[in-house]
């Protein structure tokens, strides 16, 4: 009597077909799986960005369709000192308010990396600034710097006595762009604050351990141990603050529309101005692209905050 013996498991199991196959394919799944972002910024980031840049080298205006000049926008931008005010006015802003952030933001997270009560209630409250919409900010502080109303030449005038009229915050060109800075470093240090707070409680307790059984300084831990250890977290939240500073457009609108005598324009709000209240599309997107050669520094500034953080850790810098 003969026996017959059964094929292998594997050999009875159905092979895969080529859809599965396919969804297997490491490859194929990362493309499939970036695919959404990639059509979204394709339609709200690339479009946009592409539609400016094309306007910036036509004569556009409202209600009119342009033809291509060329360079002319640009080379009209080179002898316009307002677009230059606005260019001086855009890097003082940028990085006066950044390094203010960054100063106040970093001491701000020190001090809550401590162990204190109450710690995650007074989390909560200093990310307040940065939850309350910007516009809602920055009516808040046009009262603040009312000529009239000001609570600030109140205290001073009427509580402490020290001056004898109110200060007119916004009524000149300088006192009015370090209005704008203090708005500005005021609603930033949150998000400074808690993303270095992040970063901090990254960093292994046992190295501060065996700094100070070694001898070391708290000047010589934060900066042997602390500062080092926080470069990549610096160096991006340094440049998203340094975009975000440079492209701010709600809370200098809001409070000052660019004034007095248009010394407080940034390139964002002259875009603005140019291009929609004062309908020369083509030259309003001009100013905005003039912005992009900043926005690529910021970006390399934090690619070489990386590059070096890869150094210290004994990687290629490839």
């Given at each position: 009597?003969?026996?017959?013996?059964l094929?292998?498991?594997?050999?009875?199991?159905?092979?895969?077909?080529?859809?599965?196959?396919?969804?297997?394919?490491?490859?194929?799944?990362?493309?499939?799986c970036?695919?959404?972002?990639?059509?979204?910024?394709?339609?709200?980031?690339?479009?946009?960005l592409?539609?400016?840049?094309?306007?910036?080298?036509t004569?556009?205006?409202?209600g009119?369709?342009?033809?291509?000049?060329?360079?002319e926008?640009?080379?009209?931008l080179?002898?316009?000192?307002?677009?230059w005010?606005a260019?001086?006015?855009?890097?003082?802003?940028?990085?006066?308010?950044?390094?203010?952030?960054?100063?106040?933001?970093?001491?701000?997270?020190?001090?809550?990396?401590?162990?204190?009560?109450?710690?995650?209630?007074?989390r909560?409250?200093?990310?307040?600034p940065?939850?309350?919409?910007?516009?809602?900010?920055?009516?808040?502080f046009?009262?603040?710097?009312?000529?009239?109303?000001?609570?600030?030449?109140?205290?001073?005038?009427?509580v402490?006595?020290w001056?004898?009229?109110?200060?007119?915050?916004?009524?000149?060109p300088?006192?009015?762009?370090?209005?704008?800075?203090?708005?500005?470093?005021?609603?930033?240090?949150p998000?400074?604050?808690?993303?270095?707070l992040?970063?901090?409680?990254?960093?292994?307790?046992?190295l501060?351990?065996?700094?100070?059984?070694?001898?070391?300084?708290?000047?010589?831990?934060?900066?042997?141990?602390?500062?080092?250890?926080?470069?990549?977290?610096?160096?991006?939240v340094?440049?998203?603050?340094i975009?975000?500073?440079?492209?701010?457009?709600?809370?200098?609108?809001?409070?000052?529309?660019?004034?007095?005598?248009n010394?407080?324009?940034?390139?964002?709000?002259?875009?603005?101005?140019?291009?929609?209240?004062?309908?020369?599309?083509?030259?309003?997107?001009?100013?905005?692209?003039?912005m992009?050669?900043?926005?690529?520094?910021?970006?390399?500034?934090?690619?070489?905050?990386?590059?070096?953080r890869?150094?210290?850790?004994?990687?290629?810098?490839?």
């Open positions: 009597m003969s026996v017959t013996t094929p292998p498991l594997a050999l009875v199991q159905r092979q895969p077909n080529w859809l599965v196959r396919l969804f297997d394919y490491k490859p194929f799944l990362v493309v499939m970036l695919a959404p972002a990639i059509g979204l910024l394709a339609v709200f980031l690339t479009y946009p592409g539609l400016g840049l094309w306007l910036a080298f004569d556009t205006t409202i009119r369709k342009g033809e291509f000049i060329g360079l926008n640009f080379q009209y080179l002898t316009d000192p307002l677009w005010n260019v001086f006015y855009s890097v003082v802003y940028t990085g006066i308010a950044t390094f203010g952030k960054f100063a106040l933001g970093f001491w701000l997270a020190l001090l809550l990396n401590n162990h204190f009560p109450f710690k995650s209630l007074l909560a409250i200093i990310l307040l940065w939850i309350v919409p910007t516009v809602l900010s920055a009516l808040a046009w009262w603040i710097y009312d000529p009239q109303f000001s609570i600030i030449s109140y205290l001073l005038v009427d402490l006595h001056r004898t009229s109110n200060i007119d915050f916004l009524g000149s300088w006192p009015a762009r370090f209005s704008l800075i203090a708005a500005n470093i005021w609603r930033g240090i998000f400074v604050a808690i993303s270095l992040a970063g901090l409680q990254t960093i292994s307790p046992s501060y351990e065996a700094a100070m059984l070694d001898g070391a300084s708290a000047w010589q831990r934060f900066r042997y141990i602390t500062f080092p250890m926080m470069m990549p977290i610096l160096a991006i340094m440049t998203f603050s975009i975000f500073t440079f492209t701010d457009f709600q809370l200098v609108y809001a409070i000052t529309r660019g004034g007095p005598g010394s407080t324009h940034l390139l964002a709000t002259l875009a603005f101005q140019r291009g929609i209240a004062g309908g020369e599309l083509g030259e309003g997107a001009a100013i905005a692209v003039s992009i050669p900043f926005l690529v520094f910021a970006t390399l500034f934090s690619y070489f905050g990386l590059a070096r890869k150094w210290q850790q004994g990687e290629s810098n490839d």
